[in-house]
């Protein structure tokens, strides 16, 4: 098995998308599901129109530009912003013994270093919950 290389940029986008969304504008998100929708396309030539119509048009002139430096840097520009604004909001969680992003919020095992914490298992996942609610709770007050 190749050895993974941690890359905690690629992580954190990984957080942004899969739990933290709801620090993201209206547009930010829009952007995102053209993206995904531009990739199924990839696989579904026949279906591109119909997937523009489900996911919106990532020919769109501002999600095109929004994207036309890839969608990792589109992905960066939107997590500046948030730590910029919200620093506290993107609850990254943080191994204690090797200090790298784990899996997921509410993970008690570090993917990297083998590091758990399962005996505060729910304590993990208060801290995940809470930190889930405040970002539900910033899309709200946007709103
Ligand atoms: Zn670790």
Redesign the pocket.
Known sequence: MPERIYDEQSVKRRYLWAYFSALCSDGERAVYKAHLGRLKATNAPLQEKMLRRMFGDWGDPTIASELSEGFDVFTDRVLLRIENEYPELLYLNL?E??N?I?GTPMACI?G????NWFSRRDEQDGIAERALKRAERCRDDRS
């Open positions: 191994c013994q090797c790298r784990v570090c990297w270093c083998g590091h």
